[in-house]
């Protein structure tokens, strides 16, 4: 194997490819990126769950294919100076040269790296790229971090009628973002949320204006821009959330989404330990407080311009799941729908209609 590419490329390439890689010590293979030079340069790692594989550009002098591992090959690559790098086979090894600098990795046998399940291409359904990777983030936070129960350690995905709706919950909250795709493509999958930031890494680092999601019995794949991502789904059933999603409001503000976060904020330093706030609507007097309360800080009151309409509620939340949601909100001023004591509160944006929040109260 000969090949020279420029640095920034290939550098690009093992990083993205390093994050997929597996780590387990039987099967020392899977820590490796593997380099696949016949008519275009391939790298590809894998982990079993998901796999990736990157169409690098440069100068092809000898076909080959050799498998090293990826931290030593990213540090490396990082290290060395100079826009071009060549990488060729020296004897059972990769020899890396750039400006002034030659550096051997020791390669290990790539006879066992397995295949990767690539799917098949236009199949898919297509996408902005910054429309995929807005409605993934504008979910995925609201995803648990434990997989005991995989269902909700995972992103939904639902592809249907040229609309791509994302929906993540840890049973605490809840959110769903709706965004306007085109193509044939259907189908649902639940992507697990360690995939899903892999998918966001993609995202962030690639050029490609569209991209195209590929949706099989088993299977996600992504393709964009010399990429492919390989995810296999969970096995399981998304919880039917459109059931808790209240219709109808029996208290309801209205008020600019900055003012709300800047009062939270504040109010995170007094919460304490168990981050409580408290919310205290009282239409018929035209107010919206905010407060919480620390035995070892002290406590706060702010109040808040908002339009208040309904009944009166005093009910707390916990200040992160009310938080986390405002940076999916685009729009300045948001509404807040309360259901009654120890019901849910919905987050929208005045002018933001694609995206819906859902929170829990805490029983106090």
């Not at 002098?61 to 071009?84: C, F, M, N, W, Y």
């Not at 909700?152 to 809840?174: N, P």
């Not at 800047?262 to 239409?283: I, M, N, S, W």
């Not at 909100?329 to 694609?354: C, E, H, Q, W, Y």
């Amino acid at each position: 194997m000969h090949f020279t590419t420029l640095k920034e490329k290939i550098l690009n390439a093992t990083l993205i490819a390093e994050r997929v890689v597996g780590k387990k010590e039987s099967l020392p293979i899977l820590s490796c990126v593997l380099f696949d030079v016949g008519k275009e340069c391939v790298v590809r790692s894998t982990n079993l769950e998901a796999g990736v594989s990157i169409v690098v550009l440069g100068e092809i002098v000898e076909k080959g294919i050799i498998a090293v591992p990826a931290s030593i090959l990213s540090q490396t690559l990082r290290a060395v100076s100079g826009d071009k790098v060549t990488l060729k086979t020296d004897g059972p090894n990769l020899l890396i040269e750039a400006r002034g600098s030659k550096t051997l990795i020791k390669a290990v046998p790539h006879d066992e790296f397995p295949a990767l399940p690539l799917g098949k291409e236009g199949k898919g359904i297509q996408l902005s790229r910054l429309q995929i990777l807005a409605a993934l983030q504008a979910v995925s936070y609201a995803a648990s971090t434990s997989m005991i129960r995989p269902e909700l350690g995972s992103v939904y995905l639902l592809v249907k009628d040229s609309k791509l709706v994302t929906v993540a919950t840890d049973s605490f909250r809840l959110a769903e973002k709706t965004t306007e795709a085109s193509g044939k493509g259907s189908g649902e999958v639940l992507i697990p949320l360690k995939h899903t930031h892999e998918l966001v890494h993609i995202l962030e680092r690639i050029q490609s204006e569209m991209v195209e999601i590929t949706i099989e019995e088993s299977q996600l794949t992504l393709t964009a821009d010399g990429i492919k991502f390989v995810s296999r789904v969970v096995d399981g059933t998304f919880p039917n959330y459109k059931e808790i999603i209240p219709k109808s409001f029996s208290t309801e503000a209205t008020l600019l989404k900055n003012d709300f976060a800047e009062t939270l904020r504040k109010a995170r330093v007094f919460a304490g330990a168990d981050q409580h706030v408290g919310f205290h609507v009282y239409p018929k007097k035209k107010v919206f407080d905010i407060t919480a309360q620390s035995a070892a800080i002290g406590e706060m009151s702010d109040s808040l311009e908002a339009a208040v309409s309904g009944e009166d509620i005093d009910v707390n939340f916990h200040i992160g799941y009310v938080s986390e949601c405002l940076q999916s909100v685009a729009s300045d001023s948001i509404t807040l729908g309360f259901s009654g004591a120890g019901k849910p509160l919905v987050i929208r944006g005045i002018s933001d209609l694609n995206f819906t929040y859902l929170v829990m109260p805490l029983n106090r």
